[in-house]
């Protein structure tokens, strides 16, 4: 027994190791290069980071500091100018709660849609030649090319995020992107674009800890005039990394998503198509697309919060076995072995018949 107990001490130990190595994913990690106050945290009103080239360096993991502006990207007080068409089909989308939201049905936030989502950060990689974002939500990459490339005339094979190209003009990153696939919406209130979007986004790092993002909107199929939306604010969020969020698995309808065969989306078309929906449907899935955002890591704390129950199971098991002579669950062997008729502890000299021990000895018969 008393080996026994020192090899349940010994799995223990290892347990409770491999259970800390399985939730962490460095949430909370001090990263070299980070300036700080006297206290040792990090210092978001410091000096904005630049490149050898002496260009702002936009590198880090970001979040919106305000919802608004994935709700709605243009200004408050205003309007977009919008045709008809997309006027009516604005329309429809906010009157039905966003039914036919794009990720609602697991698919891609646009631009700049993807850096809205104020509960789910992005990662900016810059590097040499390229610029990259990478979006915690669905595991998505946008690549923003300075090599001194040309958009591309015409795209035979659109894009979610579009074929984006970046240049610098003083200490601010001009990108322009074209080539969308039609059917991502700008914001979550359900501005629509075409195919031939094209979109001017400015970013301009303000300090070590915090960014703004004008973008310009220019769409002649949806509207009237180029237009500017408000401007976003961003700040950096240090000494931690992105979230492996669970990936979208909602099975797609066959009103909007054909995944076996095309894999496209099939969008209202100014029909209203979907207006027999019921009022109470629509509620429900516009309160579930609200939380999008926040429900992607309150998936994750669900998932790793059930490997830390079974590993608290495990470890309050073994500490049974460890300090008592019986399993918590099966019984005692020693009594189902030698002691099970007579209910009577064999190991124990004297000892009376106990009636609850009869009990649990029965479940052997």
Known sequence: ????????????????????????????????????????????????????????????IWRADNQRWNENLVPAGSDAPMLPWAAEL???????????????????????????VAGIPFKILQMPGVTVLLFEEFHKYRQIHTDGRQLPVSSD????????????????????????????????????????????????RVNFGHMEVDVTIDDPKAYSRPW???????????DTELLEASPCSRTPNSSSISAKTTGTCRFWSGTGA?????????????????????????????EHLGFATIALVKVQIILMTVFQDKSPFLGDPLLKENGRAEGVRPDVEGSQRDPALERRASRFD
């Open 157 to 204: 094979q659109p894009a979610w995020y579009g074929y984006s190209i970046g240049r610098w003009e003083g200490d601010t990153f001009v990108v322009e992107t074209a080539g969308f696939k039609e059917g991502s919406w700008l914001d979550n209130s359900g501005h629509t674009h075409t195919e031939a979007l094209r979109t001017t986004e400015r970013f301009r």
């Open 228 to 238: 500017k939306s408000d401007t976003m604010r961003f700040t950096l969020q240090p």
């Open 90 to 116: 604005y329309k429809h989308r906010v009157e039905t709660f966003g039914w036919d939201r794009p990720e609602a049905y697991c698919m891609p936030h646009g631009v700049p849609d993807a850096m809205t």
């Open 274 to 302: 979907h207006r027999s929906r019921p009022a109470h449907r629509r509620r429900e899935n516009s309160e579930k697309n609200s939380r999008i955002g926040a429900g992607q890591r309150l998936r994750y704390l669900k």
């Open 1 to 60: 027994m008393k080996h026994f107990r020192i090899l349940a001490l010994c799995a223990l130990i290892v347990l409770l190791g491999t259970s800390g190595t399985a939730v962490a994913q460095w949430l909370s990690l001090p990263l070299p290069g980070t300036p700080r106050t006297p206290d040792g945290k990090p210092n978001l009103n410091a000096a904005t980071p630049r490149t050898a080239e002496g260009k702002p360096d936009l590198s880090g």
